[in-house]
């Protein structure tokens, strides 16, 4: 009777533990996703993506996702116009600037997008939920950002007898610029001004001229006077292969000093500012993942796999230290490894700088003013 009852026993305890793991394992209908998606990104974030989306589908076996590199914003038009039927693309990754110029109507899916966006607001810079957001609406889910740093050669710099903590201004910039120009007999102009970076800088005095007193053609003139003003007194290298020892950039200036096989010693801080004491915390325009098409058969894995991009950590931090692209999820930069000795670097990690900017950076009061004065100068 006694091993009856012990039998029992055990044969109730395996079938309740059996039950259990039947619940723990096996996901009910509602849990599971599936559905087919397409994603149309950029050169910057494509291989994260990819990433992302492998090991996407891996976890879920009824689901296919495409992500596709867009050879220009054009496309995410294109796909905005065509019918189910066409199977568009689901997905695209833009800024607001960019998005703004298709001159696509407001987004069928601006509901979906917010309650993503209000889920996970605290894990973003304010700024970078101003830039998505506008009454009450979102214009997509914050992917990547710009936080601004400027990058100084400290090696060549003490060659002419200055240190990177003297220039705190563009007073200082330009004094010292000046002086340099003059010693490097015109061979160094100090900041370089080609290519993204001229882009930055140029977006940098916009914000930094920005304010609620003044308009549109205020602000447009005094960062026209001040780009004249650095470009006459020979502070801005304009020659793809001309010598400077100072830039204006964002991760992709750690991506390319990394880079370099010259010996060099490189440092990055805050940006300088029009006058002491003044804000040196920016960031330009960053990419959102924006809901370009959805229907009943995906709109669970659109949100699963937005939320799921966002914020896998563990993935961003590798392509963040390989300067691919900053993550605007601020979790990312609770890792200890942001703190790790940089190629060609001194002083402070560039991701820890950088990091910091994103952290602070302040919103913009009057977007719309913005978005006019830096499609004017920038055409």
Do not use: H
Request: proline share 2%; charged share 30%.
């Amino acid at each position: 009777m006694k091993n009856k009852l012990k039998y029992a026993f055990v044969f109730s305890t395996v079938l309740v533990i059996g039950i259990i793991s039947i619940n723990l394992f096996q996901p009910n209908k509602e849990q599971q996703v599936k559905g087919s998606i397409e994603l149309l990104v950029s050169e910057n974030s494509y291989d994260y993506l990819v990433t992302c989306a492998n090991k996407f589908m891996k976890l879920n076996d009824k689901i296919t996702i495409n992500i596709k590199k867009m050879d220009d914003y054009s496309q995410i038009k294109e796909a905005v116009n065509k019918s189910d039927k066409e199977k568009p693309a689901n997905i695209g990754q833009i800024d607001r600037c960019s998005f703004e110029k298709l001159e696509i109507n407001d987004s069928k899916y601006n509901n979906d997008e917010t309650e993503l966006l209000n889920t996970y607001s605290k894990n973003f810079a304010k700024y970078r939920v101003d830039q998505v957001k506008s009454d009450g609406k979102s214009f997509g889910i914050p992917l990547n950002s710009r936080p601004l740093g400027f990058y100084v050669r400290e090696d060549m710099l003490k060659q002419y007898g200055y240190k990177r903590d003297s220039m705190n201004t563009w007073n200082d910039i330009i004094e010292i610029g000046k002086d340099i120009y003059q010693k490097s007999n015109g061979t160094v102009r100090i900041i370089n001004g080609t290519g993204q970076d001229y882009k930055d800088l140029l977006e940098l005095l916009i914000m930094e001229n920005l304010n609620s007193g003044k308009s549109e053609e205020e602000v447009k003139s005094q960062v026209e006077s001040m780009i004249k003003e650095l470009k006459d007194n020979n502070i801005l290298n304009l020659q793809e292969d001309g010598e400077f020892l100072a830039r204006i950039a964002s991760i992709n200036g750690m991506k390319e000093i990394m880079a370099l096989d010259v010996p060099c010693e490189w440092s990055i801080d805050n940006v300088p500012s029009i006058q002491p004491g003044a804000n040196k915390f920016f960031a330009t325009e960053g990419d959102n993942l924006v809901i370009l098409n959805e229907n009943s058969d995906n709109q669970k894995l659109i949100e699963k796999f937005i939320t799921y991009v966002i914020t896998n950590n563990e993935e961003a931090i590798k392509y963040v230290k390989g300067g691919e692209f900053f993550s605007s999820y601020l979790y990312t930069y609770k890792e200890k490894e942001i703190e790790q000795p940089v190629k060609n670097f001194v002083g402070k990690s560039p991701l820890v700088v950088l990091s910091n900017v994103e952290e602070k950076a302040l919103g913009i009061d009057d977007y719309d003013k913005y978005i006019k004065v830096k499609k004017e100068l920038m055409s």
